[in-house]
């Protein structure tokens, strides 16, 4: 109201002005208060750019990738946000995001159910057992996601690879519905093939996590290589090879390594060395050091032979009867060459 009277008044010492040739218009000072010098506001330090910050429905997402895949770096923050809300106050994204963050996921580990698609559904979602995603077999396009990626789904158990243990913390569990083997009467195990459509939906979903979470081909591994004394999922017949030709995902060998590496002895020399306290040492700390959870001992016991066993599954399954030889070692040494622990 005074700021409407002052306006008023001036109006009219204008008008006042246009009819009369002497006016004087006097201004009253106005009083200002002297704000402290400690009392100063600081300005703030500028914000980082919120181009990637946007809200739906409520939901605050992050979109900007702030990682750098040329190191390896998954230091990044793409995603629905989480934040705290607590009572009175006002959590802001003025500082979001810091760059010192990654993503929890950090493998893809590949699963089959081991029971037809009913069963799978009721277990997977009923019981003290999940996983993140569950693929069919029905044909359709369909894939079932059973877990929040961003929640650990209990699909690993006791599992280990290189330096991590307990992987459901840090993984994405895909389980695949199949069957998975029965046993003849000789005692071996005669696997389920897996359905050509399902295949592309395994493919297809595995290459969006792994480019989302910038995964490692070295992260991408089965359930028989995390845990290879308790389980052996998804088994020979699942086409790793063709994972990795035609969709680059996960690990191979490059077959001019390992053929160089099978020139290095002569049959005659590796069947003389194979079952010597030395040459199984190697073997079993090599297969330590390209990841998987077994100690060398020298010796075979069906501990460790299902280790060669799980390797074979996934890279030999050929032959995967836990037995090296010329081939498997081949193999190995080539892997090794390829994907060196960092």
């Not at 109006?11 to 040739?21: A, E, F, N, P």
């Not at 389920?192 to 070295?218: S, W």
């Not at 079952?275 to 501990?303: C, H, K, R």
Request: net charge positive; charged share 20%.
């Amino acid at each position: 109201m005074t700021k409407a009277l002052y306006i008023m008044g001036l109006s009219t010492l204008i008008v006042s002005c246009t009819s009369q040739k002497r006016t004087t218009v006097r201004k009253t000072p106005v009083k200002t208060t002297a704000v402290p010098k400690s009392q100063t506001p600081k300005p703030a330090p500028a914000a980082p750019a919120k181009s990637g910050l946007t809200v739906s429905h409520g939901v605050e997402f992050y979109t900007q990738n702030i990682g750098d895949i040329t190191k390896n770096d998954n230091t990044m923050s793409h995603g629905s946000i989480v934040s705290a809300r607590p009572a009175g106050y006002n959590v802001v994204k003025t500082y979001f995001p810091a760059v010192a963050q990654n993503f929890r996921q950090k493998y893809v580990i590949l699963h089959y159910t081991a029971l037809d698609e009913e069963k799978s559904k009721t277990v997977l979602t009923q019981q003290a057992v999940s996983s993140h995603y569950l693929v069919n077999a029905t044909g359709d396009n369909e894939i079932y996601q059973l877990v929040d990626e961003n929640k650990r789904a209990y699909h690993a158990g006791i599992s280990a690879w290189r330096k991590d243990k307990n992987l459901n913390d840090t993984s994405i569990g895909i389980e695949i519905v199949n069957t998975g083997f029965t046993t003849d009467a000789s005692g071996t195990r005669v696997f389920v093939p897996y359905d050509e459509v399902q295949l592309k939906k395994v493919a297809a979903l595995a290459k969006d996590i792994v480019n989302r979470y910038q995964i490692p081909p070295t992260n991408v591994l089965g359930h028989s290589d995390v845990a290879p004394t308790r389980k052996q999922d998804p088994g020979p017949l699942f086409p790793w090879k063709r994972l990795y030709d035609e969709y680059q995902i996960g690990m191979w060998y490059d077959d001019a390594t390992m053929m160089s590496y099978m020139t290095t002895t002569t049959p005659e020399a590796f069947m003389a060395a194979q079952n010597s306290s030395s040459f199984i040492m190697q073997v079993q700390a090599m297969l330590q050091q390209f990841g998987y959870d077994i100690t060398p001992t020298g010796t075979w016991n069906s501990e460790n032979r299902k280790v060669v066993e799980a390797f074979q599954y996934h890279f030999r399954p050929q032959k995967a009867d836990g037995t090296v030889d010329m081939e498997t070692w081949a193999i190995l040494q080539a892997l090794i060459q390829k994907y060196p622990q960092k």
